[in-house]
């Protein structure tokens, strides 16, 4: 783990939330998990999407997710 990524206390936490919302999570952790590193790691360089490490997923895939999710407000919540 590096110290820019969620830890399994944050990460917990965040799934408690997360469970609330209805068609956020789809019981694959992994992937959901990927996916919120993913999105912290553009918002916390600035980087350009195609940029995305490819450790994080496919940069089309995250950004896709990403806009649904900005789409239906769920990183306001």
């Known amino acids: 783990m590096t110290r820019t990524s969620l830890d ?10 997360m469970q609330q919302i209805p068609l956020v999570w789809k019981r694959d952790d992994v992937a959901l998990r990927r996916f919120v590193e993913a999105a912290l790691w553009i918002c916390r360089t600035g980087a350009p ?10 940069w089309s ?11 239906r407000g769920w990183w306001e919540v």
């Not at 999407?49 to 496919?58: I, K, N």
């Not at 895939?61 to 789409?71: E, F, G």
């Open 8 to 17: 399994d206390a944050q990460w917990v936490s965040l799934m408690l939330v």
């Open 49 to 58: 999407w195609r940029d995305l490490p490819d450790g994080l997923g496919l």
């Open 61 to 71: 895939s995250v950004y896709h997710r990403w806009r649904r999710w900005c789409l």
